[in-house]
């Protein structure tokens, strides 16, 4: 399950690891708080600079501008293989936590008894301006009240997500020092399926995130989180929470590392030629 504040966040944070998902039959639930109509409005604030500009766009309401960042969104989620897209239509415009929200989200997250969540990495609990951070702090905040659900008083139990994965942690790819010690430390291989990311982000033309965007968005940001990790494309997870094995893990990844020649397996791929 996948819970961030606007429409296209699940797509670019995430897109290729719920492909990836999917096709293994994992069932993916991507969760949006915010309508999203005042986020990136690219097709309606470029439409009032034009000289002659197209009435029909630069008299949309909010609910005309969701409408349509919301149809991209179902056909990005189709393509990506989400099984099933939730909107709370909240105001986007919030910054701050609000118990109303709090309460919204941890019924869908009790309702759909996820797994794994995944979400923005939240910078500060109180960095308010930025409407990513106050997303995650209602997330969490939303998985400590499904925590103390009582089915006597709430009429369902408790539940309990068994991970929580970050995205967009504001740190160097691979860099173990930046925020003290803080990084990325899960990273999923989405060469196989970075054609279905970029088909998804052409679905939002509406704040311009389609064509050449799209392709050098995927280059560099996914580029270089798949040089970190000595793969073509990856993307890039920090994890909440602890991990308990019986024995010390090393993926089948890291046991097929050769350090010589890494460099021309992450070479392999011309995204722009591939999927122009």
Not at 123 to 147: D, I, M, Q, W, Y
Request: charged residues 25%; contains cysteine; aromatic residues 8%.
């Amino acid at each position: 399950m996948t819970i961030y504040a606007h429409p296209a966040d699940t797509i670019t944070n995430c897109g290729g690891t719920l492909a990836r998902h999917a096709e293994a039959g994992d069932e993916v639930v991507a969760l949006i708080i915010t309508h999203g109509g005042r986020i990136h409005a690219n097709r309606y604030a470029e439409e009032w600079r034009k000289d002659d500009p197209d009435e029909a766009i630069t008299t949309a309401g909010i609910d005309d501008i969701a409408a349509h960042k919301w149809d991209e969104l179902r056909r990005a989620a189709d393509i990506i293989g989400v099984h099933r897209v939730i909107g709370l239509d909240t105001d986007d415009r919030v910054a701050s936590l609000q118990e109303h929200v709090v309460d919204l989200v941890a019924e869908q997250i009790a309702l759909e008894r996820p797994d794994v969540i995944i979400c923005d990495y939240p910078l500060n609990p109180v960095v308010a301006s930025n409407t990513h951070t106050v997303a995650t702090t209602t997330v969490l905040a939303a998985l400590g009240r499904t925590g103390t659900y009582l089915r006597n008083l709430d009429g369902r139990a408790e539940f309990h997500v068994k991970q929580v994965f970050f995205t967009s942690l504001p740190v160097f790819a691979a860099d173990g020092l930046s925020l003290f010690g803080v990084r990325n430390d899960v990273f999923v291989d989405i060469t196989p399926v970075v054609g279905r990311k970029v088909a998804a982000m052409d679905c939002f033309d509406s704040q311009g995130y389609s064509g050449l965007f799209a392709r050098k968005l995927i280059e560099s940001n996914n580029g270089e989180f798949g040089r970190a990790a000595g793969v073509n494309f990856a993307e890039a997870f920090y994890r909440m929470r602890n991990e308990t094995h019986d024995l010390l893990p090393v993926t089948a990844a890291a046991v097929a590392e050769d350090p010589l020649t890494r460099h021309l397996r992450y070479s392999e791929v011309d995204l722009r030629a591939t999927h122009p």
